[in-house]
C-alpha cells in the first residue's frame, strides 16, 4: 500500500476470485497483479479474468522453486510471473507502469 502510495496509483485488494471479477466490472484496473500462493485458487481467478476479454495485464509472483506454478500461471494469462523477491524489488516500476 505504501508503495502505491509513493508512485500515486490507487491499489485495491480482492481476496476472491469473485470479487475481482466484480471489481474488474464496476472499475476496470489497468494492471492486476496475483499472488500465487494466496488461497482462493488464484490460478482460477487468472483464468476467470481472461475469459472476461479484459485486457489488463496480468501479473502474478510466487516462491522462486514454484516452477510448476510458474507455467501453469502463464496458461491461464498471467503475462509476466517472477519470483516474489523480484516482484518486490521492482514494485515501484510495476505501480508506476500502471500509471501510464
Known amino acids: 500500500m505504501a508503495t502505491a502510495r509513493h508512485v500515486g496509483v490507487t491499489l485495491k485488494t480482492c481476496s476472491t476470485g469473485d470479487a475481482l471479477l466484480a471489481e474488474i466490472e464496476t472499475n476496470p484496473p489497468k494492471l492486476i497483479v496475483l499472488d500465487l500462493n494466496a488461497r482462493n485458487n488464484p490460478l482460477d481467478a487468472a483464468a476467470r479474468v481472461r475469459a472476461t476479454g479484459n485486457p489488463a495485464p496480468l501479473i502474478a509472483y510466487l516462491s522462486h522453486v514454484q516452477t ?8 491461464a ?7 516474489r523477491s523480484k516482484f518486490t524489488a521492482n514494485l515501484a516500476a510495476i505501480f508506476a507502469g500502471a500509471k501510464s
Open 68 to 75: 510448476e506454478l510458474a507455467e501453469q500461471a502463464r496458461a
Open 77 to 83: 494469462g498471467c503475462r509476466d510471473v517472477m519470483p
